[in-house]
């Protein structure tokens, strides 16, 4: 008995070292770099980098190392108090990442130091070294993804998926058509399309080297790749070279989508998931009349808040891992940015077309 409760005593005093077998890689002075804003505004003027420690995990909770965060649009307009899903201040921006456990609290189960794991779920704060978080707001990853392209899984490539998959059946052979072509969802869609036998006619701006943006996206395997002024006079649905596509996806508005939906079949679907032109969505009398085509809106972190626990969102997260490991889907063009030279990224990620027309990671293992 004296021996049961000695080695119970043992257990209790060395929880915060030991959990089911696993040394904790992790002092209790872990130094934590954050980027932290207390008032909205223009990112460059309103973060400033903090310093902390990280505690130890608690009940089921775990610790966190951070390695890549995208900067995606959204993030600078949560940051200027302009998007919609609003965290409370201060707050530490990003919902994109990829990070490793390296702790684990009490109680915590599925999740083991070494994992890899990115978000679940909206406003987790992830530009910063480490964190501590409850183990269900953490989705574990393939540990044979790569690195930046586990970062960048749970926006872009997820909005395609839902996309395609959500608003009508497509079969092979059927046509997409979408703007923004050159975007971060833009190239997840031709890819996903391709993978999927769908017929993707891609629209971008006019630009001085517009033939080689053209040659990258026909390598990703779009079908077709047209400027907007091109898109007006083209003759290949009407010669029947490919067929009408029931599908739009629109992230511009103003006339660049009026003119993608001319070109719907009846009865076809315009989604907008983004407004780049800041302009309105307008729509004719006689597309709803003669021709009854549809529009509707997506928002990714609507679904994901609707669907986080489904089967369907699984089923999505399998998918695209697999993709990606087997190198069927990529990651668009993208710059790493050391930690401490954040302002670049976040001055640089509204930019029209992108500066250098890439996506910016903060490399949260550099620069602090």
Not at 107 to 131: F, I, S, Y
Request: proline share 6%.
């Amino acid at each position: 008995m004296q021996v049961g409760k000695v080695g119970t005593l043992l257990v209790n005093n060395f929880r915060k070292t030991i959990y089911h077998g696993q040394l904790r890689l992790m002092s209790s002075n872990t130094v934590v770099k954050s980027l932290l804003y207390k008032e909205y505004g223009e990112p460059a003027e309103v973060i400033q980098i903090t310093t902390d420690s990280l505690p130890s995990p608690g009940d089921n909770q775990v610790a966190v190392k951070w390695l890549y965060s995208p900067v995606n649009p959204a993030d600078i307009n949560t940051i200027q108090g302009k998007y919609p899903s609003k965290p409370p201040l201060p707050a530490v921006p990003g919902n994109e990442a990829v990070g490793e456990i390296v702790a684990v609290g009490p109680n915590t189960e599925d999740l083991c130091v070494g994992d890899r794991v990115v978000p679940n779920g909206l406003n987790k704060g992830t530009w910063r070294t480490h964190a501590i978080y409850k183990s269900q707001e953490m989705i574990k990853i393939k540990k044979e993804m790569d690195t930046v392209e586990a970062s960048m899984l749970n926006v872009n490539p997820c909005t395609a998926y839902r996309m395609l998959k959500d608003f009508i059946p497509l079969k092979t052979g059927d046509t997409v058509i979408q703007n923004g072509s050159n975007s971060a969802v833009g190239q997840m869609v031709i890819q996903l399309c391709k993978i999927w036998g769908i017929k993707s006619v891609n629209i971008v701006r006019n630009r001085s080297d517009v033939q080689s943006l053209k040659d990258q996206l026909m390598a990703l395997g779009a079908s077709v790749v047209l400027t907007e002024e091109e898109l007006r006079t083209t003759d290949m649905f009407k010669s029947k070279k490919l067929p009408k596509p029931l599908l739009a996806l629109n992230c511009v508005c103003g006339k660049n989508a009026l003119e993608v939906q001319r070109h719907l079949g009846n009865g076809g679907i315009m989604v907008t998931y983004g407004a780049m032109s800041r302009e309105p969505l307008t729509i004719p009398a006689s597309s709803l009349i003669f021709k009854d085509v549809s529009f509707k809106g997506f928002w990714m972190s609507a679904w994901t808040i609707k669907n986080a626990e489904s089967a369907e969102r699984h089923k999505m997260y399998d998918e695209l891992q697999a993709l990606f490991v087997e190198k069927k889907l990529q990651a668009p063009p993208h710059q790493l940015v050391p930690f401490n030279e954040y302002q670049v990224a976040v001055n640089n990620a509204l930019a029209p077309g992108g500066q250098k027309n890439v996506k910016y990671i903060l490399d949260l293992t550099k620069g602090v």
